[in-house]
């Protein structure tokens, strides 16, 4: 019987294009950061090079210091007093990226549903950003952050999806085996690798990614109310 589901954010509880999305927040946060002596093109760049350089390592590192690390690669050693501004932007401009996403009401409804159920709600978002960061963005899903016992992010994970160490880490740091859990997500690449490591997986289909078009038959997937009779399935027998 699973003890805990694990909710991923972008797509699944709050609406978006992430593409959309992405481009027009490094372009926001650039241009934040421009007055301080950092060259837009060049900070976009090291952005996303420094947001893959997280995703892709996978030494045991943390994902804060990986970040950092490779911007001040790009910037020299002087770019790491500039985080406490970056704190500050997704305390008040990043509000601004908002009208890049939907609200589903469904989402809170659904959180609220597996507490409900007794069991343990955690946001496994893949940890590349700061904590301010991602508690924003559940809050614009319209759900607290006090109701997640866990929320993943760059200063507690040391991997991302889709690296099964993600999924184990998550788990060990709930103090469950990975088979008292159950996956929720959108994408059939970092979300369904959740499988890998024996826990269950839910397909949630209303903003779908699927880049390599697999076949989601043999997944279980499905809309919010498909996932809600998933869930008294599986703690009802």
């Known amino acids: 019987m699973i003890k805990a589901v694990l909710f991923d954010l972008d797509g699944t509880l709050l609406p978006m294009d992430q593409d959309k999305f992405l481009e027009y927040y490094m372009q926001l946060l650039a241009g934040k950061m421009a007055p301080y002596g950092f060259e837009p093109r060049l900070f976009v760049k090291a952005l996303v090079q420094g947001v893959m350089a997280v995703v892709n390592d996978n030494s045991g590192r943390l994902n804060e210091d990986v970040f950092w690390e490779y911007f001040a690669s790009v910037f020299g050693e002087e770019c790491l007093k500039y985080k406490p501004f970056l704190d500050e932007f997704y305390k008040t401009d990043y509000i601004e990226c908002k009208k890049l996403c939907g609200f589903d009401e469904r989402a809170a409804k659904l959180v609220s549903f597996v507490k409900e159920k007794g069991l343990r709600a955690v946001l496994a978002t893949s940890p590349f950003y700061p904590s301010v960061a991602v508690e924003q963005r559940v809050s614009w899903a319209g759900i607290a952050p006090e109701e997640f016992e866990l929320i993943t992010c ?84």
């Open 154 to 237: 760059y200063s507690n994970s040391h991997s991302c999806k889709p690296h099964k160490e993600y999924y184990l880490e998550t788990a060990k740091m709930l103090g469950l085996e990975p088979e008292e859990c159950l996956m929720i997500g959108n994408d059939t690449h970092d979300d369904i690798a959740s499988l890998d490591v024996g826990m269950k997986f839910f397909l949630l289909t209303d903003w779908l990614i699927n880049k390599e078009e697999k076949d989601i038959s043999s997944f279980v997937h499905g809309s919010f109310d498909e996932l809600k009779a998933y869930i008294n399935e599986l703690t009802e027998g």
